[in-house]
């Protein structure tokens, strides 16, 4: 909490602050932003002509969404800044709602139905909703699966050829809950876009895609965006055993497993923090809810029946 008022949240309500001076209305009554634009993708018009400029692209939209919730969280743990925050909740309901092309069944991209000039382009940034952000998730199946979508499309045409495009691409099939394509694409991300060096090409070098990589990895074996520790849920069939130790989880978790044959078969979460903490840990269809105190270790092995 000290972190969170002294450091963390200033720095978010001023971006918040700022982005509440840009948004102007659009001509359908929507808070967007102008002039913006897809990251370095393009679009064509109904006249043919290739744009990059264009107001409230969906990137935008998911990144204020993620900003102003983040903030609304904040506020409520200190219990501060209520006005305010009413002024980012009335904000979020005017925001343009992200969109699912009636053409590809895919997100849209940009705040209209338009093509993309390159379908297989390396951006994804209508993506960011589903990772690193958490706006578009499982319990939100059209979304959801538009999601997917949106990723097949890209790859059919050519998407994920640069190191840290294909990172990205590892933790959107995780949080798709996909372990096989998510298994795929470490594969390809180490047979053509890493160096006998195990650096990333872009070329020359990326870090991103070093950094993405691994991101994707511990994605595929631990998730907590959702409100509670998912163990495995993106195991691909390659990785038959195996053991991981020290995975970090929000809330202050650490967790350590091991599996053999696409089974867990261990399980020890620690309480990192000074102080009783709550966490509800799901495996398969299995929920369960676990108190642990301060710096509290418990094997979970007999508390989801593994």
């Known amino acids: 909490k000290k972190?969170?008022?002294?450091?963390?949240?200033?720095?978010?309500?001023?971006?918040?602050?700022?982005?509440?001076?840009?948004?102007?209305?659009?001509?359908?009554?929507?808070?967007?932003?102008a002039p913006s634009m897809s990251p370095e993708n393009s679009f064509i018009l109904p006249n043919g002509k290739t744009e990059t400029l264009t107001y409230a692209p969906t990137i935008d939209v998911m990144l204020i969404m993620s900003l102003y919730k983040a903030c609304l969280e904040a506020q409520t743990i200190l219990n501060t800044d209520k006005e305010f925050g009413v002024q980012l909740s009335n904000?979020?309901?005017?925001?343009?709602?992200?969109?699912?092309?009636?053409?590809?069944?895919?997100?849209?991209?940009?705040?209209?139905?338009?093509?993309?000039?390159?379908?297989?382009?390396?951006h994804i940034s209508?993506?960011?909703?589903?990772?690193?952000?958490?706006?578009?998730?499982?319990?939100?199946?059209?979304?959801?699966?538009?999601?997917?979508?949106?990723?097949?499309?890209?790859?059919?045409?050519?998407?994920?050829?640069?190191?840290?495009?294909r990172a990205w691409i590892i933790n959107f099939y995780a949080r798709l809950l996909d372990g096989e394509k998510a298994g795929e694409n470490v594969q390809a991300l180490l047979q053509k876009s890493t160096l006998i060096n195990l650096l990333d090409v872009h070329p020359p070098f990326q870090i991103d895609g070093n950094f993405g990589g691994t991101a994707g990895i511990a994605e595929m074996l631990v998730?907590?965006?959702?409100?509670?520790?998912?163990?495995?849920?993106?195991?691909?069939?390659?990785?038959?055993d195996g053991e991981?130790?020290?995975l970090r989880s929000r809330g202050g978790f650490e967790v350590n497993m091991k599996w053999d044959k696409m089974k867990l078969t261990d399980a020890v979460l620690i309480n990192t923090?000074?102080?009783?903490?709550?966490?509800?840990?799901k495996y398969g269809n299995k929920i369960i809810s676990v108190t642990l105190s301060p710096n509290e270790t418990t094997d979970l092995k007999k508390k989801l029946n593994i």
């Open 91 to 122: 904000t979020l309901k005017k925001l343009p709602p992200v969109k699912i092309s009636k053409k590809y069944g895919t997100i849209q991209e940009w705040i209209e139905d338009y093509d993309e000039a390159e379908p297989g382009h390396r």
């Open 273 to 281: 923090l000074n102080r009783k903490n709550t966490v509800k840990v």
């Open 223 to 240: 998730q907590s965006h959702n409100g509670y520790i998912q163990l495995l849920p993106a195991l691909p069939s390659i990785w038959q």
């Open 126 to 165: 209508h993506l960011l909703g589903l990772y690193p952000a958490n706006i578009i998730s499982v319990d939100d199946k059209p979304l959801f699966e538009a999601a997917r979508k949106t990723l097949e499309r890209r790859l059919q045409n050519g998407g994920g050829h640069t190191g840290w495009s």
């Open 3 to 33: 972190f969170l008022q002294e450091q963390a949240y200033p720095v978010m309500r001023e971006a918040a602050q700022f982005v509440q001076s840009f948004l102007i209305k659009d001509k359908n009554g929507y808070l967007v932003t």
């Open 244 to 246: 991981v130790k020290g």
